[in-house]
């Protein structure tokens, strides 16, 4: 009745204007609401598969599993994640060198095919060499590298030992010095390495960017029982490298101003 009333005081197409652009504002909001609440991927990490070389006691990405899926489907949820509003892409793992003809082409396909903003990796750097990185460099935006010690004794007892791993870094902070690659370094900081004094070896590397991590807890990653580690070597046990909120704030104070001070007399 309420409409008929409508028509017979304004006329039809004074309503129907109105229906109109209510119906209008109604879609607008709808879909406002909707690509605000919407999830867009724009940094990803892709963690490609499980598998490593290494057995850091506080690793939260253990081998639960070995499957690496297809070319194919990784390419098809890469591209999908494209269509999402993906620009940024990190391949990691478990060890990503590990797979180095899939880990080319997957840098090379988000760079030339989905040609995202950047594209980078996360390594322990053990299995870089610099033949792959001369060849794939032109794929690759950023080269991250994990180093918890510069003191090898320290690198074994986390699981990372192999003697060489402080050489080996830098090693590859040259061949991305050379290639134009940008060089970053991931540090996780637990109960054996948070006293130590880092500052001189960080600033020689001079990475564009340092990552510092406070060792964390993950449920049904790194949370067996000592008993579990014995029987399956999967498993990890990083309570006892825990460390509390001041001990690791400590080893931010000690370092933050630090390495400013060592990298702009540097630069």
Same mark, same amino acid.
């Not at 990803?44 to 506080?58: M, S």
């Not at 991931?186 to 600033?203: F, K, P, S």
């Not at 049904?220 to 000592?226: I, L, R, T």
């Given at each position: 009745?309420?409409?008929?009333?409508?028509?017979?005081?304004?006329?039809?197409?004074?309503?129907?204007?109105?229906?109109?652009?209510?119906?209008?504002?109604?879609?607008?909001?709808?879909?406002?609401?909707?690509?605000?609440?919407?999830?867009?991927?724009?940094?990803?990490?892709?963690?490609?598969?499980?598998?490593?070389?290494?057995?850091?006691?506080?690793?939260?990405?253990?081998e639960k599993t070995s499957y690496?899926?297809?070319? $194919?489907?990784?390419?098809?949820? #890469?591209?999908?994640?494209? +269509?999402?509003?993906?620009? /940024?892409? &990190?391949? =990691?793992? *478990?060890?990503?060198?590990?797979?180095?003809?899939?880990?080319?082409?997957?840098?090379?396909?988000?760079?030339?095919?989905?040609?995202?903003?950047?594209?980078?990796?996360?390594?322990?750097?053990?299995?870089?060499?610099?033949?792959?990185?001369?060849?794939? $460099?032109?794929?690759?935006?950023? #080269?991250?590298?994990?180093? +918890?010690?510069?003191?090898? /004794?320290? &690198?074994? =007892?986390? *699981?990372?030992?192999?003697?060489?791993?402080?050489?080996?870094?830098?090693?590859?902070?040259?061949?991305?010095?050379?290639?134009?690659?940008?060089?970053?370094?991931?540090?996780?900081?637990?109960?054996?390495?948070?006293?130590?004094?880092?500052?001189?070896?960080?600033?020689?590397?001079?990475?564009?960017?340092?990552?510092?991590?406070?060792?964390?807890?993950?449920?049904?990653?790194?949370?067996?029982?000592?008993?579990?580690?014995?029987?399956?070597?999967?498993?990890?046990?990083?309570?006892?490298?825990?460390?509390?909120?001041?001990?690791?704030?400590?080893?931010?104070?000690?370092?933050?101003?630090?390495?400013?001070?060592?990298?702009?007399?540097?630069?």
């Amino acid at each position: 009745m309420a409409i008929i009333q409508s028509v017979l005081e304004h006329g039809a197409g004074q309503v129907v204007a109105s229906a109109v652009i209510c119906t209008a504002v109604a879609s607008f909001l709808l879909w406002h609401w909707r690509e605000k609440s919407r999830i867009v991927p724009i940094s990803v990490n892709y963690h490609f598969t499980r598998k490593c070389n290494k057995v850091c006691k506080f690793c939260f990405h253990t081998e639960k599993t070995s499957y690496v899926a297809i070319d $194919a489907d990784m390419k098809k949820g #890469l591209k999908l994640l494209k +269509d999402a509003g993906m620009r /940024k892409i &990190n391949f =990691a793992g *478990g060890e990503p060198f590990l797979y180095p003809q899939k880990l080319a082409m997957l840098c090379k396909y988000c760079s030339e095919v989905l040609k995202l903003e950047s594209v980078s990796i996360i390594s322990n750097g053990t299995l870089i060499n610099h033949d792959w990185l001369e060849r794939n $460099a032109r794929y690759i935006d950023v #080269l991250g590298v994990s180093c +918890d010690s510069f003191d090898e /004794k320290t &690198n074994d =007892a986390i *699981g990372r030992g192999a003697g060489d791993n402080v050489e080996k870094l830098f090693r590859v902070r040259q061949w991305c010095a050379a290639l134009g690659i940008k060089f970053k370094l991931n540090t996780v900081v637990c109960a054996l390495n948070w006293q130590e004094d880092m500052v001189d070896r960080i600033a020689e590397l001079a990475p564009f960017r340092w990552k510092c991590f406070q060792v964390s807890i993950v449920g049904d990653e790194n949370d067996a029982s000592q008993e579990e580690t014995r029987h399956d070597k999967r498993k990890r046990d990083a309570r006892q490298l825990y460390i509390s909120d001041q001990q690791f704030q400590q080893f931010c104070d000690v370092h933050g101003t630090s390495i400013v001070l060592c990298l702009s007399q540097i630069l």
